[in-house]
């Protein structure tokens, strides 16, 4: 499984000091949350920042957008993101997200579709096919620190199982909600790809042996 290293909790003073500790940690990329004070309550920074961020570190930046207006997406990938996920709850329609994803790979770079925890899968199969990742929420969007819910890992199975009937077998399934070493070794068994990580490695007295605890399962 790879590893992707949420910028939320960092406060806006300490961010880019922990994006030059994440530059040493051999993680494989950094999961820039981005939220906008609507689609989710909290606030977090947007593409002005993505853009200081990619001028300090090499590591793909996934994007991940919990905002309510997706036709900033634009400036988001010309700031630098490698991938763009947006949420199947922000988008209008299936048609609005067919030609959002659709832009977004035309533009060169990877995107994503993230589901929260009460969304069904049999509602996103329209756009599995538009998508190079899918992102289950095991938490509410919005808030770091909250406890995992281990059911929306029973999604990845019903995911792959409509990815195989479509003959797709090149989109990567994360998890981000709640991960930490205690609870990786259920989400390594549900067959994620990658899994988003946040309160865990930041609050950790030891960021090494953090990383390894989770690579070592």
Same mark, same amino acid.
């Given at each position: 499984?790879?590893?992707?290293?949420?910028?939320?909790?960092?406060?806006?003073?300490?961010?880019?000091?922990? /994006?030059?500790?994440?530059?040493?940690?051999?993680?494989?990329?950094?999961?820039?949350?981005?939220?906008?004070?609507?689609?989710?309550?909290?606030?977090?920074?947007?593409?002005?920042?993505?853009?200081?961020?990619?001028?300090?570190?090499?590591?793909?930046?996934?994007?991940?957008?919990? !905002?309510?207006?997706?036709?900033?997406?634009?400036?988001? !990938?010309?700031?630098?993101?490698?991938?763009?996920?947006?949420?199947?709850?922000?988008?209008?329609?299936?048609?609005?997200?067919?030609?959002?994803?659709?832009? !977004?790979?035309?533009?060169? /770079?990877?995107?994503?579709?993230?589901?929260?925890?009460?969304?069904?899968?049999?509602?996103?199969?329209?756009?599995?096919?538009?998508?190079?990742? !899918?992102?289950?929420?095991?938490?509410?969007?919005? %808030?770091?620190?909250?406890?995992?819910? /281990?059911?929306?890992?029973? %999604?990845?199975?019903?995911?792959?199982?409509?990815?195989?009937?479509?003959?797709?077998?090149?989109?990567?399934?994360?998890?981000?909600?709640?991960?930490?070493?205690?609870?990786?070794?259920?989400?390594?068994?549900?067959?994620?790809?990658?899994?988003?990580?946040?309160?865990?490695?930041?609050?950790?007295?030891?960021?090494?042996?953090?990383?390894?605890?989770?690579?070592?399962?």
């Amino acid at each position: 499984m790879k590893i992707s290293v949420s910028t939320n909790p960092p406060k806006s003073e300490d961010l880019f000091d922990y /994006i030059g500790c994440l530059n040493t940690l051999g993680i494989d990329s950094i999961h820039c949350d981005v939220m906008d004070g609507i689609f989710v309550p909290a606030t977090t920074f947007n593409y002005k920042t993505i853009k200081e961020i990619r001028k300090v570190t090499s590591l793909p930046l996934d994007v991940h957008l919990m !905002i309510s207006n997706l036709k900033t997406i634009k400036k988001y !990938i010309k700031a630098g993101a490698d991938c763009i996920t947006i949420h199947f709850e922000a988008l209008k329609d299936i048609a609005h997200g067919q030609a959002l994803l659709l832009k !977004i790979n035309k533009m060169g /770079i990877k995107s994503g579709l993230a589901i929260n925890p009460q969304t069904k899968v049999d509602d996103i199969i329209p756009l599995l096919s538009y998508v190079n990742q !899918i992102v289950v929420m095991t938490v509410e969007p919005g %808030k770091s620190g909250q406890k995992m819910i /281990i059911e929306c890992l029973n %999604k990845i199975k019903q995911i792959k199982k409509q990815l195989k009937i479509l003959g797709i077998n090149d989109v990567m399934i994360m998890v981000d909600g709640g991960v930490n070493d205690k609870n990786i070794a259920l989400v390594k068994n549900a067959k994620a790809d990658i899994v988003a990580v946040g309160n865990y490695l930041y609050n950790s007295n030891n960021r090494f042996e953090a990383v390894e605890k989770l690579t070592k399962v």
